[in-house]
């Protein structure tokens, strides 16, 4: 299992490498906005464990294993996103999403996947819950007008 900063470094690299040929250590640093030593040492943890092929001054290669991880990881962050613009939140997506992926377990993120295709399927009761959302006025236990 990799730890959150890893799962991000990973994440990166593979969105990096749907761009690109060569992954540099400047190119990770520069998308995660973090030193190059802080890339190099999270490099040797992942080259250690097999997801990626790391020596100083080459270009990075993705394992198959971190073509596969990676993948999964760009594509949960994806569900996720989703997830929230189905639910309509006022909140930044893009940072919620980041917040929540490397907490949920993955049953969590299946029956999420199930939910928003779902929702993707039956447009009817997407639009009746975006009716809700216009004309609720209960009080709600986080009605954030009342705190």
Known sequence: ?????LQDYLEEMYRLSMQTDEIRVSDVAEVLDVSLPSVVKALHKLNNRGYVLYQPYEPIKLTEKG???????????????DFLRVLKTDSDIEKEAESM?????????QAIEKFVYFMKDNPDIQNKYDEYLKKANENYLFDINKI
């Open 67 to 81: 073509i596969v991880e990676g993948k999964f990881l760009v594509q949960r962050n994806q569900l996720l996103k």
């Open 1 to 5: 299992m990799l730890t959150p900063s």
């Open 101 to 109: 992926e490397h907490y949920l377990s993955l049953s969590t993120i």
